[in-house]
């Protein structure tokens, strides 16, 4: 038999909210989050408790 739903499965996709990353001072854009050194401007690094981490390549670097 035939299996019934027929959708797709799996998780959906979470689309971040972009305003999070950014703050305008004094009509400048100021970016709140660090670019990552390796992958290069435009992508963001995470911040963690103890650390920064790129979800693209992998590379981490500790809070100081």
């Given at each position: 038999?035939?299996?019934?739903?027929?959708g797709?499965g799996?998780?959906?996709e979470f689309k971040k909210p972009v305003?999070?990353?950014?703050?305008i001072?004094?009509g400048?854009?100021?970016?709140?989050?660090?670019?990552?050194?390796?992958?290069?401007?435009?992508?963001?690094?995470?911040?963690?408790?103890?650390r920064?981490?790129?979800?693209?390549?992998?590379?981490?670097?500790?809070?100081?």
């Open positions: 038999m035939a299996k019934k739903g027929g797709k799996g998780k959906k305003w999070k990353y950014y703050k001072e004094s400048k854009i100021v970016r709140l989050r660090k670019f990552c050194p390796i992958c290069g401007p435009g992508v963001f690094m995470a911040k963690h408790k103890d920064w981490a790129c979800g693209r390549c992998g590379y981490t670097e500790p809070i100081k």
